[in-house]
């Protein structure tokens, strides 16, 4: 990274990262044993050989400006590829170990997260996965920027630089309070003339009720809009209106009598679950494992019949036991 002939270094990254992370000089400086005038001496010079502004210096702390903001997350990425590319080298040969970050949607992640860590605990010691749940419209970005490794997205994940591995397609059901009796008409018909509690507009959920609403001519008004799955089944169970989620949310609630489902007769209404690499960065040996790891945990979820309203999509066959990570190289396609 340079301009003007002068070039920013590993060093300079960790130390402005740090700063910006911490929000202050003084406790940057106490995180990385380096005095303060030296870590003021590296951002100037960063700042000189940028040609702009990074940090902004307040009575309480420093933030940082915009082209600080872009600084710090393309360094965070770069020294996270590099602190990955040299724990590789270092174990090559041995039991992959290192960090993979992975982004899971909330409803999944209540899945799938438990059992994943304790298979790769059993399997991979070295391992040490770090799970962050999110919309699936957070983990795509988060999947652009190098925050996480791995990520579970819906439907098709289609973008440059992404690849997938398709995993499972989900049923979703009309939930309503214990109480609603629904006799005659589609589901789609008695969840159009019912209030209806719904997640945002940015929810890949909501956009897809939406089209699916939409082509069938029925209008879509919800009285509630709440991007939290918690919520919306309380909300729910409470009586304030009738929604839609995937039926593995909510079996438990309908098991105990606390909400009742009704199942569309639709194809439609089945969503799709890819594991999802950026594919500008590395594939360590240890994220490797972990891909591998999630297929298989969610195939025996599948299976087992844990996964209510699931079933699996059959990836494409390959001759070779490697293929699923080969699959990664290559971009989305529709």
């Known amino acids: 990274m340079t301009q003007g002939g002068t070039a920013l270094d590993v060093r300079q990254l960790r130390y402005f990262l740090a700063i910006v992370e911490e929000g202050s000089f ?25 040609g702009t502004q990074l940090l902004l210096r307040g009575p309480h702390g420093v933030s940082a400006t ?39 949607p909330g409803t999944i992640g209540a899945m799938v997260s438990v059992p994943l860590i304790s298979l790769c605990k059993e399997r991979h010691p ?60 589609s589901p789609l018909d008695v969840l159009s003339s019912l209030p209806l509690i719904l997640p945002s507009g940015a929810h ?6 939406d089209k699916i609403f939409r082509d069938r001519g029925l209008p879509v008004d919800p009285a509630f809009e709440v991007d939290s799955y918690s919520s919306i089944k309380q909300l729910v169970e409470d009586g304030f209106g009738c929604s839609v989620l995937p039926r593995h949310a909510v079996a438990r609630e309908a098991g105990v009598g606390r909400l009742v489902l009704i199942r569309f007769d639709d194809a439609d209404l089945w969503r799709a679950a ?19 790891l999630v297929g298989e945990v969610v195939g025996g979820l599948i299976e087992s019949g844990s996964w209510a309203g699931a079933r699996s999509i059959a990836p494409p066959p ?12 290559r971009p989305a396609t529709g």
């Not at 890949?204 to 009720?209: D, F, I, S, T, V």
Request: with cysteine; proline share 5%.
């Open 126 to 185: 070295g391992v040490k996965i770090i799970v962050a749940e999110a919309m699936s419209g957070f983990v795509r970005q988060w999947l652009m920027e190098g925050t996480v490794d791995l990520g579970i997205l819906y439907n098709d994940p289609q973008g440059q630089g992404l690849a997938h591995r398709p995993l499972l397609q989900e049923e979703l059901v009309l939930l309503c309070p214990a109480e609603t009796r629904v006799t005659g008409g």
């Open 204 to 209: 890949g959920l909501r956009k897809m009720l």
């Open 66 to 104: 915009e082209p600080g903001q872009v600084l710090a997350r393309r360094a965070a990425a770069m020294l996270s590829e590099l602190e990955q590319t040299e724990e590789e080298i270092r174990t090559l040969g041995r039991e992959p170990t290192g960090v993979v970050r992975l982004g899971l």
């Open 274 to 292: 890819h594991l999802v690499h950026a594919t500008r960065l590395p594939m360590t040996r240890a994220c490797g494992a972990v891909h591998d």
């Open 318 to 329: 390959e001759s070779e036991p490697s293929a699923a990570r080969r699959d990664l190289a």
């Open 26 to 50: 003084s406790r940057a400086s106490l995180r990385l044993r380096v005095a303060q005038p030296a870590l003021s001496l590296h951002v100037r010079r960063m700042e000189e050989a940028l």
